[in-house]
């Protein structure tokens, strides 16, 4: 797990990163444009399936009942760095599979705008 820190005393929370990571996605994605490179393209197609693949994360947390027994201090340390976490693990699952959901929108955003992969 990696904690964020945002200058010398701003601690940034990691639950806060993925709705601003979200925002930042979709304009990213509206940005898109026949201007854009290949390369431009391809980076936004990552970023789009590494963000997917955090709310799948999220989603098949939810399912996992609590336990009514455990600490309710180390629960909440676990809730609050799990965002972080997961964020960590959907970027590293990303870059291992290679991409698959990444490359078929980029091949289908490249034909939509016209974008001609560069030499």
């Known amino acids: 797990m990696s904690v964020t820190f945002n200058g010398l005393n701003s601690y940034v929370d990691p639950s806060a990163q993925a709705s601003v990571s979200g925002s930042n996605l979709s304009g990213k994605l509206d940005q898109v444009d026949k201007a854009s490179t290949a390369e431009e393209l391809k980076a936004v197609c990552r970023e789009f399936e590494s963000y997917f693949m955090e709310q799948v994360y999220k989603e098949m947390f939810k399912t996992i009942g609590k336990d009514e ?7 909440s340390l676990v809730d609050y760095f799990k965002d972080g976490a997961v964020q960590t693990i959907a970027s590293q699952t990303t870059e291992q599979s290679g991409g698959p959901l990444a490359q078929q929108l980029y091949e289908q955003m490249k034909r939509n705008y016209g974008i001609e992969e560069e030499a």
Do not use: K, N, R, V
């Open 69 to 75: 027994d455990g600490d309710a201090s180390l629960s």
